[in-house]
């Protein structure tokens, strides 16, 4: 069956410092890949997606994923975390089938210690 | 110039209430699609819509009914809601089949539906 794990529940920065946030994913091709995050009683915002391509992939708001074929896995980095980077950051993959709908991690929460 | 609109953003009830919860998209999306966001934040797809014919219904329960009106409208009909129905729901829409490539979903706000 189709998955994306993602293996850390919380995670603690402190400001300033880099990030790294681990997604897996479980697919029988590369499926499309995307990270979202998610506000305190928000809506989800797109950060970035890949398919195809070069395998560093830039976003919005300073934030960069790598894909790794071999290691089936696409993980999301911040050089230097912000205060208001506190947030719920999910993976999600597609399979490309056009309205099969995301399928998601279960989400890595991110607290940014001052 | 909200690309993905819910109404309404709040929604409390009792149990055994019929609600419905509304989506409306100006993207010109063909593909709409309704998510639970249960109190673990894990997000799940509960169905999707291409050109008003169902496409993905997954394992929900039949209390739970999506209607489209037309393409740029999904709305979620839930009847004789039960407590575990408390969750946040998101609407999202996407190009869909006809892509060709990216599926991009975009998402609105979310219902935050509380049932007593």
């Known amino acids: 069956a189709q998955s994306v794990t993602q293996p850390d529940i919380h995670i603690t920065v402190s400001e300033g410092a880099s990030l790294e946030l681990r997604c897996n994913y479980s697919?029988?091709?590369?499926?499309?890949l995307f990270w979202y995050v998610q506000s305190p009683g928000q809506g989800l915002q797109l950060l970035l997606k890949?398919?195809?391509?070069?395998?560093l992939v830039q976003g919005i708001k300073g934030f960069e994923a790598e894909f790794k074929r071999s290691q089936s896995s696409f993980n999301l980095r911040k050089p230097s975390v912000h205060w208001s980077d506190a947030a719920e950051y999910f993976c999600?993959?597609?399979?490309?089938?056009?309205?099969?709908?995301?399928?998601f991690g279960k989400g890595t929460h991110l607290i940014i210690q001052p | 110039d909200t690309a993905v609109s819910q109404t309404p953003k709040y929604l409390v009830t009792q149990m055994g209430n019929d609600k419905s919860i509304k989506c409306e998209q100006n993207?010109?999306?063909?593909?709409m699609y309704w998510y639970k966001q249960d109190s673990k934040k894990f997000l799940k797809i509960m169905f999707s819509?291409?050109?008003?014919?169902?496409?993905i219904n997954e394992t929900v329960p039949n209390r739970f009914s999506p209607k489209s009106p037309d393409k740029a409208h999904l709305n979620l009909h839930i009847n004789s809601l039960e407590l575990g129905d408390s969750a946040v729901y998101f609407c999202?829409?996407?190009?869909?089949?006809?892509?060709?490539?990216?599926?991009?979903?975009?998402f609105g706000p979310g219902t935050r539906l509380t049932v007593l």
């Open positions: 999202a829409s996407s190009q869909g089949l006809l892509a060709g490539g990216w599926n991009e979903q975009f």
């Open positions: 697919y029988g091709a590369t499926p499309y």
């Open positions: 890949y398919f195809s391509g070069d395998t």
């Open positions: 999600a993959a597609d399979s490309g089938g056009g309205a099969d709908g995301l399928t």
């Open positions: 993207l010109g999306h063909d593909t």
């Open positions: 819509y291409n050109n008003k014919e169902l496409i």
